[in-house]
């Protein structure tokens, strides 16, 4: 009897878990269908991921982590992960329809204002919503913005330092895996492993990040037109500081110290936006959730429940 109560208690428990991260879809003003995965109780927040062209998966155990003070929102963007099979084109794919997305998802959702929290290439587009609708979000919220921030003048400088932080031994073994002989017995794996190699530059502390990224990429998402189609719109001019600087919620950025984006793109965002208050963590690169997760979520939940002075 002792064992029957005991599966019972625990098949529930695999149950609430399961529902927990419930995934629901809403439909766009131009008709198409985009999915979100919610989680936890308390303030809203919005999570978009870096990329462009990467799934939400990745941010996944953000979910989990924020579940017992926030009721977090992680948005598939279009073009990507679950929302994959949208329609993919110059007319879809651009910084104005991906707005208007997190708009449609805003008016879905019922809320007024929103809490936009960013990471990478996600606080470009949280700061790009902004300044499109700056009546309608209350709280940035930046994790390692970039790679261009409010423009894209430091693109140049991004790519310098990712190969500089990019080891010999790191370059060695991207130039091997893309070999066409070392792929062909098992292309998946060496896909994953260029990746693998290609992140390491992501890491202060190489050693961690090469134990952590083969596990964290192997299930990620990509969708690489999604990702040229975006680039491609941002390339016709993406600058978004003076339409900015209409917003007047609140903003905080927090940095890893050794990151490889240039800090430039910090001192651009506080010039467009005087509010923003900056954020360390320290021995940490662009990927603070794998190589400082507890020092970041612990910082992240004090900068998300802030109110407004």
Excluded at 255 to 261: D, H, M
Aim: proline share 4%; glycine share 6%; aromatic share 10%.
């Amino acid at each position: 009897m002792k064992k029957l109560l005991i599966t019972i208690l625990l098949l529930q428990f695999i149950s609430f878990i399961a529902l927990a991260h419930e995934t629901e879809q809403f439909e766009t003003d131009d008709g198409e269908t985009l999915y979100f995965t919610r989680d936890g109780s308390g303030s809203k927040i919005i999570l978009l991921c870096g990329g462009p062209g990467f799934g939400a998966s990745l941010m996944k155990p953000w979910l989990d982590t924020l579940a017992n003070q926030f009721e977090s929102v992680l948005f598939e963007q279009r073009g990507t992960g679950l929302s994959r099979n949208a329609k993919l084109d110059s007319s879809t794919i651009n910084f104005k329809r991906a707005c208007q997305d997190i708009d449609n998802l805003r008016e879905h959702l019922g809320e007024t204002k929103l809490t936009l929290c960013g990471y990478s290439w996600g606080c470009m587009l949280a700061l790009a919503y902004a300044a499109r609708y700056p009546t309608k979000v209350k709280n940035l919220v930046l994790l390692s913005p970039g790679p261009g921030g409010v423009d894209l003048s430091t693109i140049r400088a991004v790519n310098d330092n990712e190969k500089w932080n990019t080891y010999p031994t790191e370059r060695d073994s991207i130039a091997y895996w893309r070999k066409d002989e070392n792929r062909v017995s098992d292309p998946n794996r060496a896909e994953l492993l260029t990746m693998v190699f290609s992140f390491m530059n992501r890491f202060y502390d190489h050693n961690l990040g090469r134990k952590l990224l083969e596990k964290y990429l192997q299930n990620a998402e990509y969708n690489p037109e999604m990702s040229k189609l975006m680039w491609k719109d941002m390339k016709k001019g993406f600058n978004i500081k003076a339409a900015l600087k209409r917003y007047k919620g609140q903003c905080s950025i927090i940095r890893p110290r050794q990151e490889v984006i240039p800090a430039e793109i910090i001192l651009k965002i506080k010039d467009a936006l005087p509010q923003t208050k900056v954020f360390f963590l320290e021995k940490c690169g662009h990927l603070a959730d794998l190589e400082k997760p507890k020092e970041l979520f612990s910082l992240l939940r004090v900068v998300l429940a802030e109110k407004d002075e």
